[in-house]
């Protein structure tokens, strides 16, 4: 499965999405709001947080998303 970061390079030809991020809140790596700076220096548009049995790291990567 791949991850934000590895999208980085590809976006320049056209909108790129990930409807499966997982952050430390579950089973990924990174805290939501790294996420949201992942996904913008990748230069992807949206990104779904998809953590598993809880959506309390929505609203982080939301609003840090806004703020970039």
Do not use: K
């Not at 709001?33 to 809880?54: G, K, Q, S, V």
């Amino acid at each position: 499965r791949r991850s934000v970061p590895e999208v980085n390079g590809r976006c320049d030809h056209g909108r790129v999405i990930d409807l499966h991020v997982h952050s430390l809140l579950s089973d990924g790596s990174e805290e939501p709001e790294r996420l949201a700076e992942l996904a913008a220096a990748a230069r992807c548009t949206t990104i779904a947080l998809t953590d598993h049995d809880r959506v309390d790291g929505i609203e982080r990567v939301r609003r840090r998303g806004a703020e970039l």
